[in-house]
T-cell receptor, first 111, second 114 residues
Framework: DVKVTQSSRYLVKRTGEKVFLECVQD?????MFWYRQDPGLGLRLIYF???????EKGDIPEGYSVSREKKERFSLILESASTNQTSMYLC??????????FGPGTRLTVL | AQKITQTQPGMFVQEKEAVTLDCTYD???????LFWYKQPSSGEMIFLIY??????QNATEGRYSLNFQKARKSANLVISASQLGDSAMYFC???????????FGKGTRLHILP
């Protein structure tokens, strides 16, 4: 069964902390994506990666960075968490031109 | 710029009735794909159905069908014989085939009433 896993379902951090959200897929997919989901705004793309060590900015990259050192793992980094980054974060992966598979999501609260 | 519009923030439907969730899209690219995902309260995103821009027939998957009207740029999801388990958030999405980015609409929250 195909799987995208995220390191935490719920996370609480303090303002200013460095936060790592990890995503792992076991499908050998080329593409990986990070979205944030907020009520009334749908899913917005933060960053995506077409290959190892490659990354491209999505629609809302400010305040975030990413790392893809291995094909199966895509990390989202909040260098200095702020309260406006409280959100649900969804990771997805796909092969080119095929639908995305999503992880279960991480609900991040920044106090 | 590409855009997906879902005009119904919320809907209430009686169980066993058919449901139509609206979706319109905007792109000048000729080659694209349209998706619908379901998100129950658990948060997982469940893929429902896909329609390619060159597909001649409307896509169907069990109780789900996609009413694709290319000239109107609409891709409405139709759920036949709704069930209580259909209560969820539904997202329409579009992917341009020149890259693999997917743009999502803001979603429609569907409530099925017993």
């Amino acid at each position: 069964d195909v799987k995208v896993t995220q390191s935490s379902r719920y996370l609480v951090k303090r303002t200013g902390e460095k936060v790592f959200l990890e995503c792992v897929q076991d499908m050998d997919h080329e593409n990986m994506f990070w979205y944030r989901q907020d009520p009334g705004l749908g899913l917005r793309l933060i960053y995506f990666s077409y290959d190892v060590k490659m990354k491209e900015k999505g629609d809302i990259p400010e305040g975030y960075s990413v790392s893809r050192e291995k094909k199966e793992r895509f990390s989202l980094i909040l260098e200095s968490a702020s309260t406006n980054q409280t959100s649900m974060y969804l990771c997805a992966s796909s092969q080119p031109q095929v639908r995305q598979f999503f992880g279960p999501g991480t609900r991040l609260t920044v106090l | 710029a590409q855009k997906i519009t879902q005009t119904q923030p919320g809907m209430f439907v009686q169980e066993k009735e058919a449901v139509t969730l609206d979706c319109t899209y905007d792109t000048s690219d000729p080659s694209y794909g349209l998706f619908w995902y379901k998100q129950p309260s658990s948060g997982e995103m469940i893929f429902l159905i896909y329609q390619g821009s060159y597909d001649q027939q409307n896509a169907t998957e069990g109780r789900y069908s996609l009413n694709f009207q290319k000239a109107r740029k609409s891709a409405n999801l139709v759920i036949s014989a709704s069930q209580l388990g259909d209560s969820a958030m539904y997202f329409c999405a579009m992917r341009l085939n020149r890259d693999d980015k997917i743009i999502f609409g803001k979603g429609t929250r569907l409530h099925i009433l017993p």
